[in-house]
T-cell receptor, first 112, second 114 residues
């Protein structure tokens, strides 16, 4: 069955530290992969996406993600976290149809 | 700036009431979606519409219906609200052939059924 796993429910980092949020997927076809961010009380905003080409993709707000087919992973990274990055992050996958599968989310807390 | 607008940020309704959640997009998107978001469960698709008057069931359609009379508007209807429908509801839209582009989400409606 198709699935997306975000193994970390909560992550806490200090401001200025690096960040990596994990995402693993199970999908038969070549996937389209996304990361979304949700600030408290808000909808989801697209951070970045991958569907072909360079496996390292750059997004908004200084985020990047790397697609590793051999590991079925699409981890999100940021070299230096800012307090405003505190939010919930969702990984999503689609095969190119309308239907997306979302992970259960990782809540990021940033310590001053 | 493109937008998906959900008519209410917060709603409190009584058990058994008929509830309408409205969503409007100004991007001329063909596809529109309703998700519910619950802690630990992520986002679950309730219904999807790919054109006016067209709809398809998602993963959890029970207890819900939808209406799409105009391209820009997609309504979610709780025929008889129950406490287990207390949740955050998110509307989203996309171009039909833009699955690789991603969705645009509204800000959500937090519904409490008492």
């Amino acid at each position: 069955a198709q699935s997306v796993t975000q193994p970390d429910i909560h992550i806490t980092v200090s401001e200025g530290a690096s960040l990596e949020l994990r995402c693993n997927y199970s999908y038969g076809a070549t996937p389209y992969l996304f990361w979304y961010v949700q600030s408290p009380g808000q909808g989801l905003q697209l951070l970045l996406k991958y569907f072909s080409g360079d496996t390292l993709v750059q997004g908004i707000k200084g985020f990047e993600a790397e697609f590793k087919r051999s590991q079925s992973s699409f981890n999100l990274r940021k070299p230096s976290v800012h307090w405003s990055d505190a939010a919930e992050y969702f990984c999503a996958v689609t095969s190119g149809t309308y239907k997306y599968i979302f992970g259960t989310g990782t809540r990021l807390k940033v310590l001053a | 700036d493109v937008k998906v607008t959900q008519s209410s940020r917060y709603l409190v309704k009584r058990t058994g009431e008929k509830v309408f959640l409205e969503c409007v997009q100004d991007m001329d998107h063909e596809n529109m979606f309703w998700y519910r978001q619950d802690p630990g469960l992520g986002l679950r698709l309730i219904y999807f519409s790919y054109d006016v008057k067209m709809k398809e069931k998602g993963d959890i359609p029970e207890g819900y219906s939808v209406s799409r009379e105009k391209k820009e508007r997609f309504s979610l209807i709780l025929e008889s609200a129950s406490t287990n429908q207390t949740s955050m509801y998110l509307c989203a839209s996309s171009f039909r052939r833009g699955q690789g582009i991603g969705y645009t989400f509204g800000s959500g409606t937090r519904l409490t059924v008492v």
